[in-house]
């Protein structure tokens, strides 16, 4: 199974609900143009909805921390939202748990970003 | 019910993703055959993916010509899998520690600390060219069923 990815605007944050597989090959390339698509069109809060993302590899693990990376170098945030247990014990044992700004709650999140 | 005979099945793939992919799907199945829970499976299909991963990406760099293998052996004991490239070898020792500060926001270079992670043991066999990685799951204690 790919990857998806819908976008979608609340108040002023780009929100990507992503769903599948974010593995070598077409995931990591789906949300790295996903990014690259929002920062371009002058967004850089992005908050990456992960509740139905099944599976992730490490090639996964590093486009996310690519994609945290390159938002905030471009002045921007990149928070995740919605971690299934998986994904979340994946960050806990890499370490990245405490890189990343991980939400559980939709509206807390979209009101954490900057003004 | 768990399988507690020996069984052994092996392939020789391409350098591709689908390989991957059949190598992952084929660690997946040969774990809940022997008998592991739900999220060991998973474990050991995803370290199983690093390594067929490793193999096809920095060992064989996708090269048509160079073909990877992989092997699931059961036996009473444990899940055995080897999965085998034709690269220029690997030495795990130079491998960088993902988890240092200086490391830590680098895109990649997880794979083989995730492999160490979720086996028991992780053997790195140098073929001349090419590298074979061991990956071996305990089924002891006692899984249920054996």
Redesign the interface.
């Known amino acids: 199974m790919s990857m998806k990815v819908q976008t979608r605007q609340v108040d002023g944050i780009t929100i990507l609900d992503l769903s599948g597989r974010i593995t070598l090959g077409e995931g990591s390339v789906t949300i790295r143009d996903a990014v690259r698509d929002v920062l371009a069109k002058g967004s850089n809060k992005i908050l990456l909805n992960l509740a139905e993302i099944s599976y992730i590899d490490s090639s996964g693990i590093g486009e996310l921390v690519s994609a945290f990376t390159t938002v905030k170098n471009a002045g921007g945030e990149l928070k995740l939202l919605n971690l299934t247990k998986k994904v979340h014990d994946l960050l806990q044992i890499t370490k990245l748990y405490t890189v990343f700004d991980v939400k559980d709650d939709e509206a807390s999140a979209i009101s954490s970003f900057s003004k | 019910m768990a399988d507690s005979t020996t069984s052994r099945v092996s392939y020789t793939l391409d350098s591709s ?1 689908d390989s ?1 992919n059949k190598i992952e799907q084929t660690a997946e199945v040969s774990a809940q055959r022997a008998g592991f829970d739900e999220d060991t499976v ?1 474990h050991v299909a ?1 370290a199983v ?2 390594a067929a ?1 490793n193999a096809v ?1 920095h060992g064989n760099s996708y090269d048509p010509n160079k073909h990877i293998t992989a092997s699931f052996e059961t036996t009473p004991e444990s899940l055995i899998v080897r999965v085998t490239d034709q690269g220029p070898g690997l030495n795990p020792d130079t491998l960088p520690d ?2 240092a500060p200086e490391n ?8 083989i ?2 492999i160490k ?1 979720f086996m028991d043991e992780v053997h790195f066999r140098q073929l001349h060219p090419g590298t074979e990685l061991t990956l071996i799951k305990y089924r002891t204690p006692a899984q249920p069923g054996t």
């Open positions: 993703l991957v998973s995803m993916r690093e991963v990406l993902p988890l830590i926001l680098r895109g990649s270079g997880r794979g600390f995730l992670a």
